[in-house]
């Protein structure tokens, strides 16, 4: 028996411009990343003059090795790591507490409160009233310039409230007659069926915390706080090479080459950590963004 469906002329004709138009957006993403990735492992002077090869003589580790000795890139990245980890947990907890808390039914002043945090996203002090507040604060040269002002997202508590609003009001009825407070109701009920939300925020913390390198330029004077791609700007952008890394190298065109070897390899060390951690929360980031989606 064939269960095959046919499809009519028009249906067909809207299928195959779907599926070329899809293989040409994953041409056009998949391609660079892995013309970056390839070119990691290949001779600059050897992309220069071939292109992509696949010759053995043309592949080299050199790229890596020099980073992986390099104290300015190891530093950077665990700075990066640390800067990320810590972001994503405190924006987090601080975004589940808000849209816990604007999500219950009513609380008092809760339209104030959610125009007072829409406002911000709209309208912000400004790069240098939030300069001047950081230094009073004593935050400039330390972690917490990088991990506080970002906290407190505006959209994340969106998305938590609305998932938030979407739990029965059932459970909650049940458990304060079984006479649990509103603490318990939220870590005991609420938060163990918040699993998606919880990992969509924490990937788009990460994420977002991870690439970005404009606050730690303002905020972090001394190099050797700065994170992984503030340092990788300086490869990529300025061109600059550590000093470390040039030791034993004294002509210039020895130095570019050094530079193009480093620029590739730096890119994909910077990306494997996101690359790492996409698959495992890839179940719950499809789910956490369709239920926030609904209402």
């Not at 002043?109 to 959610?114: A, D, E, Q």
């Given at each position: 028996?064939n269960?095959?469906i046919k499809?009519?002329?028009?249906?067909?004709i809207?299928?195959l411009?779907?599926?070329i138009?899809?293989?040409?957006?994953i041409?056009a993403?998949?391609?660079?990343?892995l013309y970056?990735?390839?070119s990691s492992?290949?001779?600059?002077?050897a992309?220069i003059?071939?292109?992509l090869?696949l010759?053995?003589?043309?592949?080299?580790?050199?790229?890596?090795?020099?980073?992986?000795t390099?104290?300015?890139?190891?530093?950077?990245?665990?700075?990066?790591?640390?800067y990320?980890?810590?972001?994503?947990?405190?924006?987090?907890?601080v975004?589940?507490?808000a849209?816990?808390?604007?999500?219950?039914?009513?609380?008092v002043?809760?339209?104030?409160?959610?125009i007072?945090f829409l406002?911000?996203?709209f309208?912000g002090?400004g790069?240098?009233?939030?300069?001047f507040?950081?230094?009073?604060?004593?935050?400039?040269n330390?972690i917490?310039?990088?991990?506080?002002?970002?906290?407190?997202?505006?959209?994340?508590i969106?998305?938590?409230?609305?998932y938030?609003?979407?739990?029965?009001n059932?459970?909650?009825?049940?458990?304060?007659?079984?006479?649990?407070?509103?603490?318990k109701?939220f870590?005991?009920?609420?938060?163990p069926?918040s699993?998606?939300?919880?990992f969509?925020l924490?990937?788009y913390?990460?994420?977002?915390?991870?690439?970005?390198y404009?606050?730690?330029m303002?905020?972090l004077?001394?190099?050797?706080?700065?994170?992984?791609?503030?340092?990788?700007?300086?490869i990529?952008?300025?061109?600059?090479?550590?000093?470390?890394?040039?030791?034993?190298?004294?002509?210039?065109?020895?130095?570019m080459?050094?530079?193009?070897?480093i620029?590739?390899?730096?890119?994909?060390?910077a990306?494997?950590?996101?690359?790492?951690?996409?698959?495992?929360f890839?179940?719950?980031f499809?789910?956490?963004?369709?239920?926030?989606?609904?209402?």
């Open positions: 028996m269960n095959q499809h009519a002329k028009g249906d067909r809207l299928l411009t779907n599926n138009l899809l293989t040409i957006i041409l993403i998949v391609g660079p990343l970056v990735f390839l492992f290949l001779e600059p002077n992309i003059r071939k292109g090869s010759h053995s003589s043309d592949w080299s580790l050199e790229g890596y090795k020099r980073l992986f390099d104290d300015t890139i190891v530093r950077g990245f665990f700075n990066s790591l640390l990320s980890t810590g972001f994503t947990i405190v924006t987090v907890l975004c589940l507490f849209g816990y808390t604007l999500s219950v039914d009513g609380l002043g809760k339209k104030v409160f959610m007072f406002f911000t996203m309208f002090g790069l240098i009233p939030t300069y507040v950081i230094r009073d604060l004593g935050m400039l330390t917490w310039a990088i991990i506080l002002p970002g906290a407190v997202n505006v959209w994340f969106i998305l938590a409230r609305t938030f609003k979407a739990v029965p059932e459970l909650k009825e049940a458990a304060r007659i079984d006479g649990a407070s509103d603490l109701i870590f005991r009920i609420i938060l069926l699993k998606p939300i919880i969509v924490a990937l913390a990460f994420i977002g915390q991870w690439n970005a404009f606050d730690a303002i905020y004077d001394d190099r050797e706080l700065h994170p992984l791609q503030l340092v990788l700007r300086s990529l952008i300025q061109n600059e090479v550590q000093p470390g890394m040039v030791a034993d190298v004294e002509a210039r065109n020895e130095l080459r050094i530079s193009e070897m620029r590739y390899s730096s890119i994909v060390i990306s494997l950590p996101l690359l790492i951690m996409y698959p495992f890839q179940k719950y499809e789910k956490g963004v369709m239920v926030g989606s609904l209402k």
